[in-house]
């Protein structure tokens, strides 16, 4: 298939180990920082391809995982509520609050739907006028064009049944946390491929010299993931500190400025709290003050549901690349994704549900 | 497990109080109800085997003996219905132990208000796809509920079969050095049943695999010595795989670029986010055969409608017993392990 079996070939994965292993002369840590990457990566078993110089940690970018609990129990809320079709991307359903998940809520009679996108919701919204439609908005910056554009088109179509549950996080004060941390180990890192399509990179510029830490805007495949560790690997060796993109078949330096349009249209900047880490200052978007209505947790008042994190898990410590899945003693056994005790286990795209899925619970620890 | 747990932590880490959809996903769910909840209630050593059909001594004869329910929707789909699909279904299942399928039983729940040409159709569907099978429909029931209280239709067939004198075909006898031979591509049935039920825009249509599997199995025993048979179906090949070694006590390793996969199917999971690993097939079996027959039974299938693009996947092994490996196609491995749930589309 064009566009993907270029980016799994192994022979050109072989020649990008082998040039990796030539360059590298002492131990480095790096962190993708996409849910995607780490998915690829244990997914090809790349990871274990790599010379022992080289160690991947994985990073924060997995909107299932960050988003608080307190933020699933107000979703839940929501959809508990009669009459509400509640809107969600598939994975969401299953990610457990304080007591059960969407799935359970649907089981019990709740109107609960998957969608594939946002806009999805305003058909849905046209067709039930008497019903209040929920979307619940989780993601980085890649799916925050397309929710902005539902709730403008709502505004434009004069719907007043459509609302958006917004959970929207940021990828640069994440890295920003990541790096200011004192126990930090990470050296370099693999910039977000999605986020950057629409965001570009320009963000990046200023946490790269600040930190002196290179950072290299990274695709999903096999090989875009090796190129650019090999991309970060030569910057560490020469003492360098730049942005480098990777991803250039997707990313520019601008990225898509329509779809940062209408993100400021409809969306500003807050503060927000993440999921096994707590509030990072200005990660996050909300609605802005003119889209009130739009808002879910004002129309349903939600806004007094509060949550507190089990105390047990270490998916903060994972989330910020200080610890890997096997170094916690409930991984594979109390913690599956069936049973998750936190924020890494719940989604695919978690580093522990992705180690759990690719069967690492039962293999001897990997590095 | 995990039940001390659960009052520290106000995540849910115990079972759940009401059925799921995940039971229904012939994952790990769906395992746990049935080994902790019909098992113990209805235990007997022809159900503890936990093969998709139970082989019974009966005056001399082995009989081969399943049962089955469908409950698809959409009730029609690119490649075929829920009535094709109700005979394929127990003719594969029985066919998987080697048996030649013989008769059946079709029983239907109706919804009320269920269009009676629709009805017509899939019976007609279903007389045609047992008439090409050579199994006969010899009783049957029909009952009808409330609106709202079923989802259209749902049939359940029974089949019983002959196994013929020799055959010993059971997951549990695949044994190290077997060659896994995979009749065909996989996830054309699920992913035609999901584009069609989502309605999802694919450039091309995918059309579910279903077929009868038996003449197919025929031609591989007239061909050599097979050790284990399943289809595919829910949960896909992955599953299957899990379950023989499982059963055999054995080892797996299949590679990834040996599996064949049609390009819009492909393409389908990739924009979803799905592993075609997992998803469901309904006219593809795999078989682990001794090594020394292993080319004369694949020459066999190629040369069958069904199993025409059969490839030799992987080998059984005496290492790492009750584990599949899958050797990625960058030269990596990952282990394939039982899906908890149905796979759902990703965010991103």
Redesign the interface.
Known sequence: MKYLDEYRDERVSTALLDEIRRTVTRPWTLMEVCGGQTHSIVRYGLDQLLPAEVELVHGPGCPVCVTPLEMIDRAHAIARRAGVIFCSFGDMLRVPGSQGDLFQIKAEGGDVRIVYSPLDCLKLARAHPERPVVFFAVGFETTAPANAMAVWQARAQGLANFSLLVSHVLVPPAIAAILESPSNRVQAFLGPGHVCAVMGWSEYEPLAERYRVPMVITGFEPVDLLEGILMAARQLEQGRATVENQYARAVTREGNVEARKTIGRVFEVCDRAWRGIGVIPRSGYRLRPEFAEYDAERIFDVRSVHAAEPAVCISGQVLQGHKKPHDCPAFGTQCTPQTPLGATMVSAEGACAAYYNCGRHMAPASR | ??KE?AL???????G?K?????HGSGG??TAQLVRDLFLPAFDNEFLRKLDDQAVLKLGGARIAFTTDSFVVTPLFFPGGDIGKLAVHGTVNDLAMSGARPLYLSAAFIMEEGLPLDELARITASMAEAAKAAGVAIVTGDTKVVNKGSADKLFITTTGIGLVPDGVAISASNARPGDQVILSGTIGDHGMAVFSRR?N?ELESTIESDTAPLHALVQAMLAAGEIHALRDPTRGGLATSLCEIAGSAGIGVEIHARRIPVR?PV??AC?IL?MDPLFVANEGKLVAFVAPAAADAVLAAMRATTEGRDAAIVGEAVGAHPG?VLLK??????????L???EQ?????
């Open positions: 497990m995990g747990f520290a932590c106000p995540l849910p880490v115990t759940r009401t059925i799921v959809l995940g790990r769910l989502e999802l390009q492909r393409a990739e986010g584990m990625t196609e960058i030269g990596g491995s990952r282990i394939l392990d899906p908890f749930n759902l589309p990703r965010i991103c």
